[in-house]
């Protein structure tokens, strides 16, 4: 639906030339979420601009619904626009107009006749939940009901894309989540392919199919998010996935110094991450049976759910004689769970903690 | 008794004047200013219709003509006035110089009431498909009318001011009224009956403004 080849943007700024973009190659599938992340100053920003030509990348081809848009003049290119709808961080509404209005905005530039227009706005306002709202203005409106009327609006053309620009990054959690819900519910209603930039990686887990981590210009990490939010690559990536999923160690062993070969009292830490099925799979109830002679400490536990796919985290602590330990350490091997060794940690005394 | 009975005409045929001068000239101006605002908003750089220089042309032009003192201008624009109505002299004439000074002072104003319209409003326009022409109108000018009106307010107000002077050119007036009777004929009470009138009238016209920009923002 969406392919961009080799994006290239740079400005002249006050301080020299700024390269924003640096090659960047993505595909978007019809009827996909995809999410793209990043820090603030990263180009997720101007690469989503690109899609629908705000910015004109300075090299690079971007196809829309396999239409070549850097290709386009003025007036193909505004028509172009009309199927691709567009969702702000602060909204953009326009405070002189009432929330009908609003909606029926982009129907009132293509000269819609007003009782078709009135056919068209009725059932998005009900889409949108907003239909006792119809007169009046954005100021009298929540944070989370202005982004209902301009999801509304960007809805009024029949788009067959949605470009979502930090959509929900000025919004409260619980609003957020309610919105992130909208976004999902009209992507499988009306199979639209829905772009969601964020710095958020909440968002990306909430409704995303695929996600590309973008750092510096360029995308650091891509892939469905089950694969990135399981096994990260990149430092970015992991930085990203740490706000939600702390890979920090218990409180009980923070700060002490992790040793690859065993200290006297010392456990050997492992993460193991479950995934699938296998995630409730009795794994360490076997392990302990048929590895006598180590013991085994639940440090830290934790379930979640990605896409509907069962994915746990935990961190145990291992000890006993050597050759017990590398016996658990190879029958974890062989199991479906993957298993990251920290290192060999003292937990601290008591007192200190 | 005689006092009210001869200044009461007197204070109504000025008055009636300066209203006529002030509104047609507003109207004359606004139709070119508006327009001239717009045009000054809109090629600006980042904007629109970005054109730098254009934009340093007309906007040296505005600059040059609100440098001049309107007392000047009256003067030295009286050729120009000529070939336009026929005379140099009378109220009506009064409203050429009032238009040329009164149309880069909307120019700006207006310029400054377009530049608080957020841009992300433009750039929503603009991925709606939205052409310049119909930013102009359905986006810039109605967010930006409420300041508009405040700023236009500003201007009727100058207005009042500029054509007291232009009774210099026989234009009659409020302005006049108190030069030729006030003062060049010790008459102080007339002086300060035309002070009062004029505070009344520029206050008036500060309420309806403000209650007008009030209506008008929805914000």
């Given at each position: 639906m969406i392919k961009l080849t080799n994006i290239e943007k740079i400005y002249d700024s006050p301080a020299g030339k700024v390269h924003a973009l640096k090659g960047i190659n993505l595909e978007i599938a019809r009827g996909e979420i995809y999410g793209i992340i990043g820090l603030s100053g990263a180009g997720k920003s101007t690469l989503v601009r690109c899609i629908n030509?705000?910015?004109?990348?300075?090299?690079?081809e971007v196809l829309v619904d396999g239409q070549e848009m850097t290709k386009l003049n003025e007036s193909q290119l505004r028509d172009a626009r009309k199927n691709i709808g567009m969702i702000f961080q602060h909204f953009n509404l326009l405070s002189s107009a009432t929330v009908y209005e609003n909606i029926a905005f982009p129907l009132t530039l293509s000269k819609?006749?007003?009782?078709?227009?009135?056919?068209?706005?009725?059932?998005?306002?009900?889409?949108?939940g907003l239909k006792d709202k119809a007169n009046q203005y954005p100021a009298q409106l929540s944070g989370g009901q202005k982004q209902r009327v301009g999801i509304a609006r960007a809805l009024a053309s029949n788009p067959k894309i949605?470009?979502?620009?930090?959509?929900?990054?000025?919004?409260?959690?619980?609003?957020?989540?309610?919105?992130?819900?909208?976004?999902?519910?009209?992507?499988?209603?009306?199979?639209?392919?829905?772009?969601?930039?964020?710095?958020?990686?909440?968002?990306?887990?909430?409704?995303?199919?695929?996600?590309?981590?973008?750092?510096?210009?360029?995308?650091?990490?891509?892939?469905?998010?089950?694969?990135?939010?399981?096994?990260?690559?990149?430092?970015?990536?992991?930085?990203?996935?740490?706000?939600?999923?702390?890979?920090?160690?218990?409180a009980a062993f923070r700060g002490n110094e992790i040793s690859q070969t065993e200290t006297p009292g010392s456990l050997l830490l492992l993460r193991l991450i479950f995934l699938g099925e296998k995630a409730d799979d009795p794994v360490l109830a076997q392990m302990i049976r048929n590895c006598p002679g180590v013991e085994c400490t639940m440090l830290f536990g934790?379930?979640?759910?990605?896409?509907?796919?069962?994915?746990?985290?935990?961190?145990?602590?291992?000890?006993?004689?050597?050759?017990?330990?590398?016996?658990?350490?190879?029958?974890?091997?062989?199991?479906?769970?993957?298993?990251?060794?920290?290192?060999?940690?003292?937990?601290?005394?008591?007192?200190?903690? | 008794m005689i006092f009210i009975n001869e200044i009461i005409p007197l204070l109504t045929k000025a008055l009636g004047e300066t209203v006529y001068m002030v509104l047609v000239s507003m109207l004359i101006a606004s139709i070119i200013g508006v327009p001239l605002g717009v045009l000054l908003h809109t090629t600006d750089k980042g904007q629109i219709l970005e054109s730098p220089a254009l934009n340093k042309i007309v906007g040296s032009i505005v600059n040059a003509l609100r440098s001049i003192p309107f007392i000047i201008l009256m003067v030295a624009i009286i050729p120009f006035t000529r070939f336009l109505v026929g005379s140099a002299i009378g109220t009506t004439a009064a409203i050429v110089p009032l238009v040329v000074a009164s149309i880069p002072f909307i120019g700006r104003q207006v310029e400054t009431s377009l530049k608080e319209v957020p841009a992300g409003l433009v750039e929503a326009a603009l991925?709606?498909?939205?052409?310049?022409?119909?930013?102009?109108?359905?986006?810039?000018?109605?967010?930006?009318?409420?300041?508009?009106?405040?700023?236009?307010?500003?201007?009727?107000?100058?207005?009042?001011?500029?054509?007291?002077?232009?009774?210099?050119?026989?234009?009659?007036?409020?302005?006049?009224?108190?030069?030729?009777?006030?003062?060049?004929?010790?008459?102080?009470e007339v002086m300060l009956a035309t002070v009062v009138v004029l505070i009344v009238l520029v206050q008036l016209v500060q309420f309806l403004g403000n209650t007008l920009a009030k209506k008008l923002n929805k914000r």
């Open positions: 030509m705000l910015e004109r990348p300075t090299a690079g819609v006749p007003k009782d078709e227009i009135a056919k068209k706005v009725q059932p998005l306002l009900e889409l949108v949605l470009l979502c620009d930090e959509a929900t990054s000025a919004l409260d959690p619980q609003t957020t989540k309610s919105i992130l819900a909208l976004i999902k519910d009209i992507n499988k209603k009306l199979s639209l392919t829905v772009v969601v930039i964020t710095h958020e990686m909440q968002v990306i887990k909430e409704i995303c199919d695929k996600v590309a981590v973008i750092s510096n210009g360029v995308i650091a990490e891509r892939g469905s998010v089950l694969e990135v939010f399981t096994n990260p690559q990149q430092p970015i990536t992991k930085e990203f996935i740490s706000v939600l999923l702390s890979n920090e160690l218990p934790n379930l979640d759910e990605i896409h509907g796919v069962p994915f746990g985290r935990f961190i145990i602590g291992l000890s006993g004689n050597e050759d017990a330990v590398q016996n658990a350490l190879e029958f974890l091997g062989g199991k479906e769970v993957r298993v990251e060794i920290i290192g060999y940690v003292r937990r601290n005394e008591l007192d200190a903690v | 991925s709606m498909g939205a052409t310049p022409m119909q930013i102009i109108s359905k986006v810039l000018l109605p967010e930006a009318m409420p300041s508009i009106v405040s700023q236009l307010t500003t201007v009727i107000i100058a207005l009042v001011g500029e054509s007291a002077m232009a009774g210099a050119i026989g234009g009659g007036g409020l302005g006049d009224l108190a030069i030729r009777y006030g003062y060049q004929r010790f008459r102080p």
